[in-house]
């Protein structure tokens, strides 16, 4: 069974970039027809996504994030990184990582649904504070 656990510092300060490592274990992030992906709840709002990398590699980004936001992986730490630079406090967020299946991608409205849809991680509190 696929396991994703987020990882990553629990408060960064004002215009500082936000880096934040999704490991997976239990599957492989080149398995065939994933999307490994990240979302964001933050305090008393739904979900928003933030964007996915392929199992081919490719990568999508929302467009209200694309001028900040940058996907990578590491296919032999089987780790994807999530970077999101100029970061303010509207930012602050519980961020999940995810693996979907494309026709999930987006349909998640809240966390406390996800599990209906693909495998995620617990989500890391990230505050965005000086």
């Known amino acids: 069974q696929v396991q994703l656990q987020e990882s990553g510092p629990g408060l960064v300060k004002p215009s500082q970039t936000l880096s934040l490592t999704c490991t997976v274990s239990g599957g492989s992030i080149t398995d065939n027809y994933f999307y490994w992906s990240w979302a964001r709840q933050p305090p008393g709002k739904g979900l928003e996504w933030i964007g996915f990398i392929a199992y081919s590699g490719s990568a999508y980004i929302d467009p209200s994030l694309a001028s900040r936001a940058s996907l990578s992986r590491d296919a032999f730490k089987n780790q994807f990184t999530l970077h999101l630079a100029s970061v303010t406090p509207e930012n602050t967020a519980v961020y999940f990582c995810?693996?979907?299946?494309?026709?999930?991608?987006?349909?998640?409205?809240?966390?406390?649904?996800?599990?209906?849809?693909?495998?995620w991680g617990q989500g890391t509190q990230v505050t965005v504070s000086s």
């Open positions: 995810a693996r979907l299946k494309y026709s999930d991608y987006g349909r998640v409205l809240d966390a406390a649904t996800a599990a209906d849809f693909g495998s």
